[in-house]
C-alpha cells in the first residue's frame, strides 16, 4: 500500500483530493492509471489482430524459413482472400457450420426454455434434477467428444437401445454414414449446451415480475397467454443475450466434433473449424488460414453487435 | 355488484398463523378499508378474497356463491396492486385492452370497451404511450381501468398510495374516492395508512395480529374504539392511555392515577359502567381534545418535549407509564420544563379494562 502510495507523486496526490481538478489533468491521470491495464489489452487482443492481417496478406508459411515479421517479402496483394471467395471447401464448410447452427441452436433454445419453464415452478426433487441437468455443461468437451464417440459405434448404446426398442438388432454405422454423423455430432452439441441455454433462460424466467403474471391472471388470462403476452416479451432482453452467445459459440463448433469424427467421413461433418485447424497443422498455409479466420472474425462481429445493439435497445425499456 | 361475506376465515403458512379467524360482511357498493400494522394479516386477507391464496379454513361468499375451489380468473375480481402491476412492455391502450382480449371479445368490442373506460378515467390523448414511462397517477388510473373494464363485481386495492409521495397522496386519495363513486363498485382497500382509510372508507376494519379488532365507520372506530390497540393505533399521535383505579371522590367518581393523581369527575355513563369494577383501568383520552385548566382542576404534568408540526402543536407531557401527547395551538405558550394543568373534555375521555384491553361501556 505504502509502495503504491509513493509511486503516486505530490501533484496527484492533490488532483485526486481536495482541489477542484481541472478535466484535463483529471483525464491525464485515469490515463497513467489504467495504462497497464490498457498495455495488456494491446498485447493480448490488438497485437495478435494485426500480426494475423499482416501475415493474411502474405504467402508466409512456418516452413518458409522467415520469421513472421519477415514475411513482407512473401507479400501476394490480398491473394488468399481472392483464394478464399473461389475455395469451394470453404465455402462447403461455411454451409455445413451454418446448417449445424441453424439446427442445434433453435434446439437448445426450445429445449432449454421448456426446462426453465418447468424449473421456475417447485417440484420435488428439484435441487438434485437442476445439478443433474447442469452436468453437461462442465465436462470436458474433449470428454464429452469420445463419449459420444463410444455411445454411436456400430456395437455402441445407441445401437443397443434402438435394437431393444425395435426388437431386431440395429447395427447403424452412425460416424461412417455422411448425414448420420452430421446429426450425432449436433446431438453431442445439443446434449452439452442446452444446460447453459436453460441457465441462461432460467435466470430471466426468474426475473418476470410475479405481479404482472398474477394481474394477467387476474383478467382471465390462461397460462399459454400469459406466457406469450407477459412471459417472452419480458425475457426478450436474455434471449437475445442468450441466443448470441449460442450462436457464436456454435459457429465455433470444434473440439467435440474432431475427436468423434475429425471432420469425417471425407469432409461430412468438416466445420470452418475444423477446417482452419487441418489448414494450419496440415497445409501449414498460415498466411491462407489468417485470411479464413479474419473473414470469419468479421462476420461474427456482425452478429455480436447485432445482438448488443438490440440489447441496448431492449435495456431502455426497463422491466 | 355483490357483498362479500368472510366466515370463520383462517390461513396458516405452515407453523404460523397469518389470520386466527375472521368474520367480517361487506356490503355491496360499499367501501371497506382494511387497516393495521404491517404483518396484521390484512394482505392475506385480501389475498384469499381474490383467489390468489386459499384459506386454510372458513368460507368466502360473494352473495351467495361460494367462492372455495373458484379459480382467481374467474372470480370477477378487479385487483390494483400496491405498485400496480401495469403491463411495462405494453402501451395504455393494450393494458386497457389485455383482459377482453384474453377473454376472446371482438376487435370492434374491445375498441368500443377501451374508448368509453378511456374517456371515462380521462386516458384517451395517453392511449397509445408505452406504459413504462408515466407518472403514478396515470399508472393508477390505467391499473383501475384494466380492471374496470372488465366488469368486476368486486374491486380489490392492495396499498395503491403506499409508492406515492406525501403530497400526491392527497391527491390521489380524491381521485381514488371520485372513481369509487363513479364505479359504485364493493370495494376492499388494504392499507396501513390510517388518513387513507379514514378518509375513503364507508367502514374500516382495524386488524391487529391476525385478528379482527374492529368494525366501524371512521367516526366510530376514531370516537369509540373498541379496545386499547384500536385506541392506540387511531388518531395520530394516538389515545392517551393513564393507568388507575376507579375511586370515589366528592365530586363523583373518578380514576386515581396514583402519582398523578386523580382525574375530573367521570360522565355518568361512563361512571355507571365502572362503578362495578374492581380491577386496574386505563383512563383514555384523545390528545386533541384535552385543555389547559386552573390548578385542582386536571392532572398536573411536566412538559418533556414541544413538538411543532406546522398547523398545530404536540406537547409531549410526563415520563415513562404516564407520559401523554396533546395537541394545542401554536401559541399554547408552553416550554419544556413548564408544569401543565391539562383536562380532557368530558366527553371524549374512555375507559378501558387494564386486564383484558377492551374498552368499559354502560350496560
Known amino acids: 500500500m505504502s509502495a503504491v502510495t509513493a509511486m503516486i507523486s505530490e501533484d496527484e496526490m492533490k488532483a485526486v483530493g481536495a ?181 441462461i433462460l432460467l435466470a430471466g424466467l426468474v426475473g418476470v415480475p410475479e405481479d404482472q403474471i398474477k394481474a394477467a391472471t387476474l383478467l382471465g388470462a390462461n397460462p399459454w397467454q400469459r406466457f406469450v403476452t407477459i412471459v417472452l416479451p419480458k425475457m426478450k432482453t436474455i434471449i437475445i443475450i442468450a441466443l448470441a452467445i449460442r450462436v457464436i459459440e456454435n459457429f465455433k463448433i470444434f473440439d467435440t466434433l474432431y475427436i468423434m469424427t475429425g471432420g469425417g467421413p471425407g469432409v461430412a461433418t468438416e466445420t470452418i473449424s475444423v477446417y482452419i485447424y487441418k489448414l494450419t497443422t496440415q497445409d501449414l498455409i498460415w498466411g491462407y488460414v489468417a485470411a479464413i479466420a479474419l473473414a470469419i472474425l468479421i462476420v461474427l462481429s456482425i452478429v455480436a453487435v447485432f445482438a448488443m445493439k438490440r440489447m441496448a435497445r431492449a435495456r431502455e425499456v426497463p422491466a | 355488484m355483490s357483498a362479500i361475506h368472510l366466515q370463520n376465515l383462517v390461513k396458516k403458512f405452515g407453523d404460523f398463523t397469518a389470520l386466527k379467524t375472521m368474520d367480517l360482511e361487506i356490503s355491496d357498493g360499499e367501501f371497506m378499508a382494511l387497516l393495521g400494522p404491517s404483518g396484521c394479516g390484512k394482505s392475506t386477507t385480501m389475498n384469499m378474497i381474490a383467489g390468489m ?86 399508472l393508477q388510473r390505467v391499473a383501475i381501468g384494466r380492471s374496470a373494464i372488465m366488469e368486476p363485481a368486486i374491486f380489490l386495492l392492495d396499498e395503491p398510495l403506499s409508492n406515492v409521495d406525501a403530497a400526491f397522496r392527497a391527491v390521489m386519495r380524491t381521485e381514488l374516492k371520485q372513481l369509487q363513486r363513479q364505479f359504485r363498485q364493493t370495494m376492499v382497500y388494504v392499507t396501513h395508512d390510517q388518513l387513507e382509510a379514514m378518509t375513503m372508507a364507508d367502514r374500516i376494519a382495524v386488524m391487529d395480529h391476525g385478528v379482527l379488532q374492529q368494525v366501524g365507520t371512521p367516526l366510530e372506530v376514531y370516537n369509540d374504539p373498541a379496545n386499547v390497540f384500536v385506541a392506540r393505533f387511531i388518531g395520530a399521535p394516538g389515545m392517551n392511555l393513564l393507568k388507575g383505579r376507579p375511586a370515589e371522590s366528592d365530586r363523583g367518581l373518578v380514576v386515581d392515577l396514583g402519582p398523578l393523581g386523580i382525574t375530573p369527575p367521570l360522565p355518568d355513563a361512563l361512571a355507571a359502567a365502572l362503578r362495578g369494577a374492581r380491577g386496574e383501568v386505563l383512563y383514555g383520552f384523545r390528545p386533541e381534545q384535552a385543555t389547559l385548566v386552573q390548578n385542582g382542576q386536571g392532572l398536573a404534568m411536566q412538559v418533556t418535549f414541544v413538538e411543532r408540526i406546522g398547523a398545530r402543536t404536540i406537547v409531549h407531557l410526563g415520563l415513562g407509564e404516564g407520559a401523554v401527547k396533546t395537541v394545542f395551538d401554536n401559541d399554547v405558550g408552553l416550554a419544556i420544563g413548564d408544569t401543565a394543568i391539562v383536562a380532557p373534555a368530558a366527553s371524549s375521555v374512555r375507559v378501558f379494562d387494564a386486564a383484558t384491553g377492551l374498552a368499559m361501556k354502560a350496560g
Open chain 2, 53 to 138: 391464496e386459499e384459506p386454510t379454513g372458513g368460507k368466502i361468499l360473494f352473495g351467495e356463491r361460494d367462492m372455495a375451489g373458484v379459480p382467481m380468473g374467474r372470480r370477477g375480481v378487479g385487483f390494483v396492486f400496491q405498485n400496480y402491476a401495469i403491463f411495462t412492455h405494453m402501451t395504455v391502450r393494450q393494458n386497457l385492452a389485455y383482459g377482453p382480449k384474453m377473454r376472446g371479445a371482438a376487435k370492434a368490442e374491445i375498441d368500443r370497451r377501451v374508448g368509453a373506460i378511456a374517456e371515462m378515467l380521462q386516458l384517451t390523448p395517453l392511449l397509445d404511450r408505452k406504459a413504462d414511462r408515466l407518472s403514478v397517477n396515470i
Open chain 1, 19 to 199: 482541489r477542484p481538478v481541472p478535466r484535463d489533468e483529471g483525464a491525464r491521470l485515469g490515463f497513467r492509471l489504467t495504462l497497464p491495464a490498457q498495455i495488456l489489452v494491446l498485447f493480448i487482443s490488438a497485437f495478435p489482430l494485426l500480426m494475423q492481417l499482416y501475415i493474411s496478406v502474405t504467402d508466409w508459411s512456418p516452413l518458409s524459413g522467415l520469421g513472421w515479421w519477415n514475411a513482407w517479402s512473401l507479400w501476394n496483394n490480398l491473394a488468399n482472400y481472392t483464394d478464399l471467395a473461389a475455395d469451394p471447401r470453404f465455402w462447403s464448410a461455411l454451409k455445413r457450420t451454418a446448417i449445424v447452427m441453424i439446427i442445434c441452436v433453435p434446439v437448445e433454445f426450445l429445449l432449454g426454455l421448456a426446462l426453465a419453464t418447468l424449473f421456475a415452478d417447485d417440484f420435488p426433487g428439484k435441487r438434485i434434477f437442476y445439478s443433474v441437468l447442469l452436468m453437461p455443461m462442465m465436462v470436458v468437451p474433449a470428454v464429452a467428444g469420445y463419449m459420444f464417440f463410444m455411445l454411436f459405434q456400430s456395437g455402441g448404446p445407441v445401437n443397443d437401445i434402438l435394437s431393444a426398442l425395435t426388437g431386431s438388432p440395429v447395427t447403424i454405422a452412425w460416424l461412417s454414414d455422411p448425414t448420420l454423423a452430421l446429426i450425432a455430432v449436433m446431438v453431442a452439441d445439443i446434449w452439452q449446451w442446452t444446460p447453459l441455454m436453460f441457465l
